[in-house]
């Protein structure tokens, strides 16, 4: 018997999963050959080890974060409820359209096709950056909203939220990463200039310190005077304002 | 109540009933996470995170499903999405000498046996697909016809390779025995 063969055949015999036949071919090859009993013993026992293995406890915190968030989504379906009516008259809208005709119909359907999937990507993106339970997924989230092209402003505002105020610094340098990408957007200009006198993470003033130069952002000179001023300010943080005076002016 | 009548009801938008399925799956999710990302803080964040696109997602349940396939086949996904993301591989970077410290329990861990510590090492070892596939015949007991239905193969597929997977474990795990 070839050795793979050998070796399912005594899993399943561990497994209880043969038939009469088989099992006493098994058995045979086991009484006859010292190697495969040693194969038999060691896969037994560690069958057993997994059989009997503790299950890992998880932190009572996981059931609160997942109560709360039921409890979250049940009062917004309410809402979608009451919002029901507004979107049947949408459905009607689009019914009269193809009603209109066989091109109209086509045109419209991937239209909301394409809303529906730009929709719920947004939709997944802003879940996920507003989980406040969990650094990573509000991570994450950032890192999708890297991938678009163009953001619409509910995720720029909810970019430049994480980037003023999220507890975790890496999740408030990978919002201000993302943010760096969409500079070309007025509204990101705006919000990381007006970010600037607000922050007081080193680690982000500096980042955003040099976004705003590479951007040559000629408005913050004054905030990165003051910053400069600041001696409760830490020293790094007051080299890069000044070498970014140096380079703006 | 089934599971699948359960999650008829989630469907249909009596919400409260996920808490039923909260409480029935919610420890063999986490295990699973635990033991395939061998981080249990990770793990907490990631079996929340199936619970949530459980909801979300809840109009993907197709009638005639089973419950337990589709749930674990959310629970993959969230793993194999947070993995894509981080762009590293729990393979490449586990230290297998600190697993048992990332996925137990400070208070417990003097009383988990030796062993066990020795068999999750050794589990750390093994690829993923390998992990995974123990985990969900082993550990959680899934048939191998739900194994291969998640996993889109055939179950002599999915049994050659769980087999393949226990003789490398059994490999690893008694050569840290004799060590």
């Known amino acids: 018997m070839d050795k793979e063969k050998l070796t399912g055949m005594i899993i399943d015999y561990i497994d209880n999963n043969l038939s009469e036949e088989e ?102 993106m802003m879940a996920m950056m507003e989980n406040e339970l969990s650094a990573s997924q509000r991570l994450r989230g950032v890192n999708v909203v890297m991938t678009l092209d163009r953001p619409d402003d509910e995720i720029v505002a909810a970019l430049l ?36 006198p607000k922050q007081r993470d080193p680690v982000v003033q500096i980042a955003l310190i040099q976004l705003l130069v590479k951007i040559r952002e000629k408005q913050v000179l004054d905030d990165l005077q003051k910053i400069v001023d600041d001696e409760e300010t830490i020293q790094a943080v007051r080299d890069e304002a000044w070498a970014g005076i140096l380079i703006l002016s | 109540m089934t599971d699948e009548s359960i999650m008829e009801a989630v469907k249909r938008g009596d919400l409260r009933q996920a ?74 970077y586990v230290d297998v000498e600190k697993v048992k410290d990332n996925i137990e329990d400070e208070n417990d861990g003097a009383e988990r046996d030796e062993k066990e510590r020795q068999l999750h090492q050794s589990l750390a070892r093994l690829t993923d697909e390998q992990r995974e596939l123990l985990i969900l015949t082993r550990f959680e007991q899934m048939k191998y016809e739900d194994v291969a239905a998640i996993m889109q193969t055939s179950v002599a597929n999915i049994k050659v390779k769980v087999h393949r997977a226990l003789l490398k474990l059994r490999e690893y795990y008694f050569e840290v025995e004799k060590t």
Not at chain 1, 163 to 185: K, Q, T, W, Y
Not at chain 2, 22 to 39: G, P, S, V
Not at chain 2, 54 to 65: D, H, K, T, V, W
């Open chain 1, 23 to 124: 099992r006493r071919e098994v058995e045979a090859e086991l009484s006859g050959n010292a190697e495969s009993k040693g194969l038999y013993e060691e896969l037994r026992e560690l069958v057993h080890l997994i059989n009997s293995a503790t299950p890992i406890e998880m932190a009572p915190r996981v059931r609160e974060d997942f109560e709360r968030f039921l409890e979250k989504e049940i009062d917004s379906s309410k809402k979608v409820v009451r919002l029901q009516s507004f979107f049947y008259r949408i459905a009607a809208a689009v019914l009269l359209l193809v009603v209109g005709g066989w091109v109209g119909y086509v045109v419209s359907q991937r239209h909301e096709q394409r809303i529906a999937e730009i929709e719920s990507r947004i939709d997944g």
């Open chain 1, 161 to 196: 939220k994480l980037m003023n105020d999220d507890p975790n610094s890496n999740v408030r340098l990978a919002a201000l990463e993302a943010l760096g990408r969409f500079v070309d957007e007025q509204q990101v200009r705006r919000g990381i200039i007006d970010a600037l």
């Open chain 2, 19 to 92: 808490s039923i399925l909260f409480e029935r799956y919610h420890k063999r999710i986490f295990n699973f996470l635990a033991k395939m990302t061998l981080d249990r803080e990770l793990a907490a964040d990631l079996t929340q995170n199936v619970f949530f696109r459980l909801i979300r997602y809840r109009e993907s349940f197709r009638p005639g499903r089973r419950f337990e396939p589709w749930v674990f086949q959310i629970a993959r996904n969230v793993f194999s999405d947070h993995y894509q993301t981080q762009k590293n591989r729990v393979a490449v």
